[in-house]
């Protein structure tokens, strides 16, 4: 069996089909799974995934229609038995590029919104979208749709590393001079752009603050994680940290040179955003913020967090398809679900968080001393 995955939204959705890939491929041992990818740091994910045989990377929203369609044409000369798209996937492009691959069987979703205009009937195996299920579950139920059994718990997140992805890691480390021991917490205050997701980004200067008050009382080193125009953004928070030799912007190469930097801290704060599913792919106790966005759909999966967000009346107002980010209020009000959201409140999130996490810990190490020869 040949599988053509379209994983062409971002990095988030990348990590949360992961499960079902694991799933699919432990099922189906034998199946050859390629993947067609559209971000440099999806690519990354899927190029040190064992259960990936090949990444085809192409840029769809740069390159010229005209050489988009011969890279199709290729792709429909591979002869793939099943092509599967990655949820969400509620564009009308996201739908034509499998059914051009001439694949006989096109697996994906229907939606609640906007589902006829994205061209979803190009798909002729669905299942339709289920409010109430997180992401890596409404993955799992398109594995179903081939006959992949499901556990009665869902695996997690998977992120694999090369080698040089770690030793550049411990390079950085190195030359930062980052105690071995030290307390690290990690800061993502990015997020998408596209759509309008900017609005998802708390302000910068709380942000400053809460790495303020971590270093001040923790005793804490604050990692600044981001790329891009985020770098822009992480030095602007830095500026504003008072003791900001304990706060460092990390500058990487790639997005897995990052997540290898990020199994160094003990603690993630971050918005909505990729890096926070990498965090969780990591098992990192996670602090999230949350704008207008579902937490039942995207909050952190298998790993021990705290969200952190304002239930109003109005939100979650946000749903897939290609209608960006709004706010019914104007002025002062736009946004207020992530605007309202205090230093106070987040920094009590992470104080719980540690606690919880420093329990479960105490209570794991005293049953291993309790038990015949340490064993459990």
């Known amino acids: 069996m040949r599988v053509l995955v379209f994983a062409l939204s971002g990095i988030g959705d990348a990590l949360l089909f992961t499960p079902a890939l694991a799933l699919l491929r432990q099922h189906f041992y034998e199946a050859a799974v390629d993947v067609v990818a559209m971000f440099a740091g999806v690519r990354e994910i899927y190029e040190r995934n064992p259960y990936v045989r090949r990444v085809y990377f192409w840029d769809f ?4 229609p005209w050489r988009s369609l011969s890279f199709l044409w290729r792709l429909r000369r591979q002869r793939y038995d099943i092509a599967l798209s990655v949820y969400p996937s509620n564009r009308w492009e996201y739908n034509l590029l499998p059914w051009f691959t001439g694949t006989p069987l096109r697996v994906g979703h229907t939606y609640n919104h906007q589902n006829v205009r994205q061209l979803n009937c190009l798909k002729n195996r ?3 979208e289920d409010d109430r299920l997180h992401n890596v579950e ?6 179903q749709l081939l006959g992949v059994p499901v556990p009665p718990e869902l695996p997690p997140l998977q992120l694999f590393f090369w080698e040089r992805d770690l030793q550049a890691a411990e390079q950085w480390l190195q030359q930062e001079r980052i105690p071995q021991t030290a307390y690290c917490v990690g800061f993502h205050a990015g997020s998408a752009v596209f759509k309008n997701h900017v609005r998802r980004r708390w302000a910068p200067e709380r942000f400053a603050a809460l790495a303020t008050r971590l270093i001040r009382q923790w005793d804490a080193w604050v990692l600044l994680f981001g790329a891009g125009d985020e770098l822009q953004l992480n030095e602007r928070i830095r500026a504003q940290v008072e003791v900001s030799e304990r706060c460092r912007v990390v500058r990487s190469p790639s997005l897995m040179v990052s997540a290898a930097l990020m199994r160094r801290c003990q603690l993630f704060v971050s918005n909505d955003s990729a890096l926070m599913h990498v965090a969780a792919a990591l098992r990192l106790p996670t602090v999230a913020i949350f704008a207008y966005t579902n937490p039942a759909y995207v909050r952190p999966w298998r790993t ?4 952190v967000r304002r239930d109003l009346p109005c939100s979650p107002c946000f ?6 980010a709004q706010c019914r209020w104007r002025g002062e009000e736009a946004f207020k679900c992530i605007r309202e959201i205090t230093v106070e409140e987040v920094w009590s999130a992470c104080c719980r968080l540690r606690e919880s996490v420093e329990a479960l810990r105490n209570s794991v190490e005293g049953t291993h001393r309790g038990s015949p020869e340490g064993l459990v």
């Open 61 to 64: 929203l740069r390159e010229s």
């Open 126 to 128: 669905t299942v339709h």
């Open 138 to 143: 409404e993955n799992v139920r398109l594995v």
């Open 304 to 307: 021990e967090h705290v969200l």
């Open 319 to 324: 749903y897939y398809s290609p209608r960006p």
